[in-house]
């Protein structure tokens, strides 16, 4: 679903550090926590108590007032959260803390400009004071602004920084929570195996927390969306079940208000469109109650189109409708601006027509006129016509010519692939037949010299060094010309290569192969084997990592790698590349691949290439 992300992604950071509680203060704000949304009247009360009954401009007047403003926050009461927020930046301790949730209402209330500029201001102060806990919130949060604006990598790269800080500290709990924003990003059908892998890390910490319900709710509603597009509506709507015990366990409006959306979705996936626009119908409700402006517009789409699907167009009309107004009302403006000329000029033509009827010369002059215009709009419009088709036959023979320079650095590209990989063929056997040979004769020799010679010592150091001299060897041997691969093919010829890189104490690199045919194209094999052995020899090279993942995934005609690491990021606008890159991407040309990378300073590289198998 587009752009579709939970209100209670955003997460709530208090700061508990409290001094000179008064004990009724006390008593008042656990109570308000613990009726909370199941008695909104009662909670402010007792919030408005606990304040009258601490001192002023106390540490824990401060505790107080900053979790009234974020209940009031997810309330919807915007106004009066914010004015919260503004008193605690005058509060040193709390200033950070405020600007994040500054940060918070900006975003529910469509300013993303704004948001991203206190949210900005936030990290710099958490940066500044070593605070990990908000420093990893409001990163996760910006990730959420940019992720609503359409940045989906920029949102992935903050999403993941908080991740990392979540890691650091141990915090399984925060960490999925991230993880769940990570995979709203992967919201296209392409990147749906993407989307479902850092689901699966969610459900991983879940067995291990099983009391942390908002976790468990988020993965809830995340699988029920994936196994919705994937056609398993029997487990999406099990899921849905399973998110609404949670909501209606923490009794949240906005959650209650995103399950009934995904709902609304699952079901007209499914075909069902009356319960869909019901559910959305519901969500819609609960959105407009709490001022969640920009879930409550995401809702009237879905609502266009499922009330469309069910036949009722009169319905579907009207949420379209009500969607443009809440978009941009400036453009309906400009609509009516425009129907009042329209009307007008239909006015003043009416009455022109009445006057020519009575005026017979008039009208016959008029008449020649149009017609003259007609006819000069005409040639104009046939003049314009073939000028589109002159100017389409030109695009397409540039197009031809362009797909003709394509072919012929191919087929260029794909010689001076097959030399090197002949070259390297013939390398590694002249490695193993003549250099090998040599070291074995000569470590025999050596083996005879040990047995009569006075000095066994040193010739035992020669021996070890030439069969040191010839391991080497046999492995430079089977890099250039891994026999495995042609023996057994890709997975086996991995997973030696990969053993060989753990043995060798580089780098801790882990292996994974989902359902991988046995039939691939020889040359394929060689070329992906190619692609890995370049990306980890980077990854030894410069990245000073400690950790990798390499995955291959074969859907179909879809065949997918993930190379992944812990190591020191680089930017991929501004690095030079390398040979190993420039040898990577003349590969991934001939094949027709896609390439990703996703890299910063601080956390690491992912690599996703995608390619097609041929039919």
Do not use: C, W
Not at 256 to 269: P, T, W
Request: charged share 25%; no cysteine; net charge negative.
């Amino acid at each position: 679903m587009k752009n579709f992300i939970l209100l209670f992604t955003f997460g709530l950071f208090s700061v508990a550090n409290s001094q000179t509680q008064d004990e009724t203060a006390k008593r008042m704000l656990d109570s308000a926590q613990q009726v909370s949304f199941s008695n909104i009247g009662l909670t402010k009360k007792l919030y408005e108590k606990a304040r009258k009954n601490q001192a002023y401009d106390t540490e824990f007047f401060y505790e107080i007032l900053f979790k009234e403003g974020q209940f009031l926050n997810d309330l919807g009461e915007f106004d009066r959260s914010e004015q919260i927020f503004d008193t605690l930046l005058n509060v040193a301790t709390y200033k950070g803390q405020a600007l994040k949730e500054k940060g918070i209402i900006a975003a529910k209330r469509n300013d993303s400009e704004k948001a991203i500029k206190v949210l900005t201001e936030a990290i710099s102060l958490f940066e500044k004071s070593n605070d990990s806990i908000g420093l990893s919130a409001a990163f996760k949060i910006l990730g959420n602004v940019l992720f609503v604006t359409g940045n989906n990598a920029e949102a992935r790269a903050y999403f993941k920084r908080s991740a990392r800080i979540a890691i650091d500290r141990n915090d399984p709990i925060a960490a999925g929570l991230t993880y769940n924003n990570i995979a709203r990003t992967f919201n296209n059908e392409t990147e749906i195996d993407s989307a479902i892998y850092y689901n699966n890390k969610i459900l991983a910490i879940v067995k291990t927390q099983k009391n942390y319900s908002e976790l468990m709710f988020m993965g809830y509603l995340n699988d029920a969306d994936f196994k919705s597009r994937m056609g398993n509506y029997e487990e999406a709507v099990r899921a849905v079940d399973s998110a609404f015990a949670v909501a209606n366990f923490f009794g949240v409006p906005a959650m209650k208000g995103a399950v009934h959306q995904i709902n609304s979705f699952v079901r007209n996936e499914m075909g069902d469109f009356t319960t869909s626009v019901a559910e959305g119908e519901k969500a819609l409700e609960i959105f407009k109650q709490t001022n969640q402006a920009g879930y409550y517009q995401q809702t009237l789409f879905l609502l266009q189109q499922h009330a469309a699907n069910a036949g009722n167009y009169q319905k579907a009309y009207e949420y379209l409708l009500e969607y443009t107004q809440q978009v941009d009302s400036s453009n309906v403006a400009e609509v009516d601006k425009n129907l009042k000329e329209l009307r007008l000029k239909y006015e003043s033509a009416e009455n022109e027509l009445t006057i020519a009827e009575q005026k017979a010369e008039i009208v016959e002059k008029e008449t020649q006129n149009k017609f003259i215009a007609v006819v000069t709009v005409a040639l104009a419009i046939l003049l314009l016509s073939a000028f589109f088709i002159f100017r389409q036959r030109q695009k397409t023979q540039r197009q031809q010519i362009i797909a003709l320079e394509n072919e012929t650095e191919n087929i260029a590209l794909k010689s001076l692939l097959a030399g090197e990989e002949k070259e390297r063929s013939r390398f590694a056997k002249e490695l193993h037949d003549g250099l090998g040979g040599i070291l074995a004769v000569g470590k025999m020799h050596a083996s005879k010299l040990e047995e009569s010679s006075s000095d066994a010592s040193e010739i035992k150091k020669l021996t070890e060094l030439l069969d040191t001299a010839s391991i080497e060897t046999r492995r430079i041997s089977h890099n250039l010309l891994p026999e495995n691969l042609l023996q057994k093919g890709l997975d086996a010829a991995l997973n030696d290569f990969v053993y060989g890189i753990r043995e060798s104490k580089l780098l801790n690199v882990t292996y994974q192969s989902i359902n991988l045919s046995s039939d691939l194209p020889q040359q394929f094999q060689l070329s992906v084997y190619r692609i890995i052995q370049e990306l980890l020899n980077n990854i030894t090279k410069h990245s000073q990592a400690t950790e990798a993942l390499v995955q291959l995934q074969q859907e179909g005609e879809k065949f997918t790698i993930t190379v992944e690491d812990n190591g020191r990021g680089f930017s991929p606008k501004t690095s030079s590349e390398g040979i190993g890159f420039t040898n990577i991407k003349s590969r991934l040309s001939l094949l027709q691949g896609t390439l990703e990378i996703d890299s910063d300073a601080t956390d690491g590289t992912s690599v996703y290439i995608e390619l097609q198998l041929q039919k």
